[in-house]
């Protein structure tokens, strides 16, 4: 198992704090975002670590393989994760985004559930969302599940019916699930391709009829999109957030 994580863009909503630092590189109680997910992430087993740069790329001094995204201010994440497509081809990875936090037991979820693609959702999304948002449905997607298999995903919404979990960022892949993809994207040219996020293709690969796992993460987790995410959760939660 391998552990991949999405670093290339910028993260422009958080402000002057990526005027000289990725998003990635901000701080949440005390240690940077991407310093949670490596934690979690060898704390679970996961010695092989990479990481996607692209903006400001010559700021990431972490000892561990680098893939390249020099187009990643013209791209989308899928194209990011394109770029470590030599792992993904040949062995089992967890991919994740880089402003995200999340503990080891997630990630042993994720390698534990059965599947060629699997990805971790959130059941109680619901608190999380309504700290965050004065109504949280401005930024929650549609999540529908028909046992573990996810059928619809990324899709805006007016009601919380829809919404059975929200997408945590983090996804595992086999070599046969990265092959299905691969095959897939045969489809698209180059623009579609660069303008593509990784929900609408998730989805689409749905649409296509490849089988979609989900599994349920009960543990704390964050996203950051913004600064007053992180004073949200640095005014909320305790000092030390994660296992």
């Known amino acids: 198992m391998k552990g991949i994580i999405l ?30 997910e490596m934690d ?14 692209g903006y400001m790329a010559e700021t990431f001094d972490f000892k561990l393989k680098y893939f390249e995204n020099k187009r990643w201010l013209n791209t989308n994440m899928v194209s990011s994760l394109l770029t470590a497509s030599s792992w993904l081809e040949n062995d089992e990875c967890i991919t994740s985004y880089s402003d995200i936090a999340y503990s080891s ?45 996810v059928i619809e995903i990324g899709k805006k ?15 595992k892949y086999t070599p046969t699930g990265w092959g299905q993809i691969q095959d897939h994207l045969k489809k698209y040219n180059r623009d579609d391709i660069d303008k593509l996020d990784m ?10 009829g490849i089988t979609i796992h989900g599994v349920a993460i009960h543990e704390k987790w964050f996203e950051v999109d913004t600064e007053n995410d992180l004073r949200c959760y640095e005014s909320n939660f305790a000092k030390s957030p994660l296992l």
């Open 199 to 208: 929900t609408s293709l998730l989805q689409n690969l749905i649409n296509s």
């Open 40 to 53: 979690a992430m060898t704390t679970a087993g996961i010695d092989d670590l990479a990481i996607i740069r």
């Open 105 to 149: 037991n997630t990630v042993k979820k994720l390698i534990d559930t059965e599947g060629n693609i699997v990805l971790s959702y959130d059941p109680n999304w619901e608190a999380l969302w309504t700290m965050r948002f004065d109504n949280p449905l401005d930024d929650a997607e549609t999540f529908k599940l028909k046992g573990n298999e």
């Open 157 to 171: 919404t007016n009601s919380t019916s829809e919404i059975e979990g929200q997408y945590m960022g983090l996804v």
């Open 7 to 36: 670093a290339a863009g910028r993260g422009s909503r958080m402000g002057s704090l990526t005027n000289d630092l990725p998003k990635c590189r901000t701080i949440l109680h005390g240690k940077e975002l991407i310093q949670w």
